[in-house]
């Protein structure tokens, strides 16, 4: 099966950068988009980006552009998630997700990680 781990997760304050990273134990074919997703407390999944593991691919939810950066290590087989300027309305847990196909939509993913605890707080 394929798995995913988040990490990179913590308390930061608001302005400061955090990156999250979603090691994969593969890459395939059912693989070949990876993205990141949001939740925070009393709310719904949220589409953040994602990426082709070829990298041509990338797409942003309108609000993340600018601030947040999806790349990924083909080597390492990981996706990491840079976040700058992090703000108290970033807090939420961050899901990385894998599906054989782009979508903006959580339901079209096969596959999910645990989730990563981020806290934009002073």
């Known amino acids: 099966q394929v798995q995913l781990v988040e990490s990179g997760g913590g308390l930061v304050q608001p302005g400061n950068a955090l990156t999250l990273s979603c090691a994969a134990s593969?890459?395939?074919?059912?693989?070949?988009?990876m993205a990141w997703f949001r939740q925070g407390p009393g709310n719904e999944r949220e589409f953040v980006a994602a990426?082709?593991?070829?990298?041509?691919?990338?797409y942003y939810a309108d609000s993340m552009k600018g601030r947040f950066t999806i790349s990924r290590d083909t080597a390492r087989i990981t996706v990491d998630l840079q976040m700058n300027n992090l703000r108290p309305e970033d807090t939420a847990v961050y899901y990385c997700?894998?599906?054989?196909?782009?979508?903006?939509?959580?339901?079209?993913?096969?596959?999910w990680g645990q989730g990563t605890q981020v806290t934009v707080s002073s």
């Open positions: 990426i082709s593991w070829n990298g041509k691919n990338i």
């Open positions: 593969e890459r395939t074919f059912r693989t070949a988009v």
């Open positions: 997700a894998a599906a054989r196909y782009y979508s903006s939509r959580s339901g079209n993913y096969d596959y």
